[in-house]
């Protein structure tokens, strides 16, 4: 069944179809694992208590059969940041690994599937042993419930118990880690001395757990010191410099500001990076001070060389990186952050990102890499949570696009109020991004420019709702991507209105879709595209 809800420049189709089942984990133990609070969700609850998050995931550590002390033997290099800590440990995870080091990586979210989060040598843990290690844990966790009033870790919690456990038994000879939300009070910091500590870009981002302010949010990021370890940070906006100075100091910490990219000597010339964007190459140094540091510990040798600038900050040396590290930063590899998917003549542009900042950068991504002439150009946007739609729209108006479609961040249709709600926002963001369309005073239309395609329909400015991903990636590329088609058991069926507003994109030499906003947007949107992750 099709029910259609039209204007005369958008419409919101709602559809009743299954689409073919993805390689899951057994059904109980994700159904076991969902039980569990969401992590944000507990942070919100406990945020006048939050001093008390940390005490808790001892326990439930300790009730896992895991302690503090085990904890030590992992070699922990630990990151945080609000954009780029997850880029950041995947360049420091590949350097390392480069070397001979068996590593472990723990990371959230997970794009596709949870067992991501969880990677030994660069792969995610295998479905088996993530059933055999989770049930471990969940059991102990179970068997002690009622001995301690019922508790239980949250999602996050005990798969970051999980992740210990794991590289613990699986004996990597170092782990890197991501904090989930913030620095100080994340479950992540029960860790008491990791080798390393760093800091990536800090943003405005979760100001109902951190604070609305960046000096908040600074506070927090810096909660990851432990006395004696060396940290480095990338150059922070102006406000937040002090503030990790000062908690360095609180916490007793030598405190490392990482050098420009440019700055590293290398002898084989400019470094390449195997993640596009101009903002990985600050993750990118922050990832060379960390692997140089951990190196340098391993073999007992001194802490970084440094000078000191006019602030009295340290200021980390660009030393020479080895032929292993500029390896190791070229074969650098992170799904859904400026990755790019060429199937025929659709080529798709993934990007998570979801601050201001991210969706700054992502946008000049899109417009430096994309071609220009005869070329299609389709956003495929949606966020979540409480994040600024009508800014980010804003940043993204100047890629030009010749269409703008909005899904929720779902796979399959229902027709459960929540997704209903999911779908009220999508129909806000469309007027969103008309209005900026509409204030824009250069004369073009941004979401259809008739010079660069000429065949386009007299009546312009389509903006397009769909209910899940897969229907609004089956409408965008027209049967033109193989990979699509294959997993289609039917075509949509549309109105014939509705397959005549897609004339430009069957008769473009090429489509290029940049889909953004949300990591949970890219993800579902893999989960289509790339097959693979789905096994």
Not at 464 to 469: A, G, K, N, S, T
Request: glycine share 8%; net charge negative; hydrophobic share 40%.
């Amino acid at each position: 069944m099709q029910t259609f809800f039209c204007t005369d420049d958008t419409f919101l189709l709602l559809l009743n179809f299954s689409v073919l089942p993805f390689v899951r984990l057994p059904q109980d133990t994700i159904s076991t694992l969902n039980t569990l609070q969401p992590y944000a969700t507990a942070l919100k609850e406990l945020k006048s208590k939050r001093h008390l998050q940390l005490k808790a995931m001892r326990g439930f550590l300790e009730r896992a059969g895991l302690t503090v002390d085990e904890l030590d033997r992992l070699n922990i290099i630990h990151v945080t940041g609000t954009k780029g800590k997850g880029s950041t440990c995947a360049f420091t995870e590949q350097i390392l690994r480069n070397y001979g080091f068996r590593t472990g990586f723990f990371s959230s979210p997970h794009l596709v599937q949870v067992t991501e989060r969880i990677r030994i040598n660069g792969q995610p843990i295998g479905k088996e042993l993530f059933t055999k290690y989770f049930w471990q844990i969940y059991r102990r966790l179970e068997e002690t419930k009622d001995a301690h009033g019922g508790t239980m870790p949250t999602y996050f919690g005990i798969l970051t118990i999980l992740a210990f456990h794991i590289f613990l038994q699986e004996k990597v000879d170092l782990a890197v880690i991501e904090v989930g939300i913030g620095g100080a009070y994340d479950n992540t910091n029960i860790i008491r001395r990791p080798w390393v500590c760093g800091i990536s870009f800090l943003d405005i981002d979760h100001t109902d757990i951190l604070g609305d302010t960046i000096k908040q949010i600074a506070w927090h990021k810096a909660g990851i010191y432990k006395p004696g370890v060396p940290a480095f940070t990338i150059r922070q906006p102006e406000d937040t410099m002090p503030v990790l100075e000062e908690r360095a100091k609180e916490i007793g910490c030598p405190l490392w500001v990482c050098p420009q990219l440019e700055d590293y000597q290398a002898e084989c010339g400019p470094l390449h990076l195997g993640l596009a964007g101009q903002h990985q190459r600050s993750n990118a140094s922050l990832a060379l001070q960390l692997s140089h540091t951990w190196l340098q510990m391993r073999g007992s040798t001194s802490f970084p060389c440094s000078t000191v600038n006019n602030g009295g900050m340290l200021q980390a040396t660009a030393f020479s990186p080895s032929p292993v590290m500029v390896k190791g930063l070229a074969d650098t590899e992170w799904p859904g952050r400026s990755q790019t998917l060429k199937h025929g003549a659709v080529t798709y542009f993934l990007d998570g990102a979801h601050t201001l900042h991210s969706i700054q950068a992502c946008s000049e991504w899109f417009r430096e890499t994309a071609a220009d002439g005869p070329v299609a150009r389709v956003l495929l946007f949606n966020v979540t949570g409480e994040r600024d739609a009508a800014a980010f729209l804003k940043l993204l108006v100047p890629c030009h696009f010749d269409f703008a479609v909005f899904c929720p961040c779902i796979a399959e249709v229902s027709t459960s109020s929540s997704e209903f709600e999911m779908l009220t926002r999508c129909w806000d963001n469309e007027r969103i991004w008309r209005l900026h369309y509409h204030l824009d005073d250069n004369g073009d239309n941004p979401l259809l420019i008739e010079d660069r395609l000429p065949n386009l329909p007299e009546h312009r400015g389509d903006t397009l709702v769909f209910p899940c991903i897969f229907s609004a990636l089956q409408w965008i590329t027209q049967g033109r991507d193989s990979v699509l088609a294959d997993q289609a058991k039917m075509t949509l069926p549309v109105k014939p209105s509705v397959t005549a507003k897609a004339a430009p994109l069957r008769e473009a030499s090429e489509i290029h879709v940049l889909i953004t906003g949300s990591l949970y947007l890219v993800g579902g949107a893999l989960k289509h595209l790339d097959t693979a992750s789905s096994k």
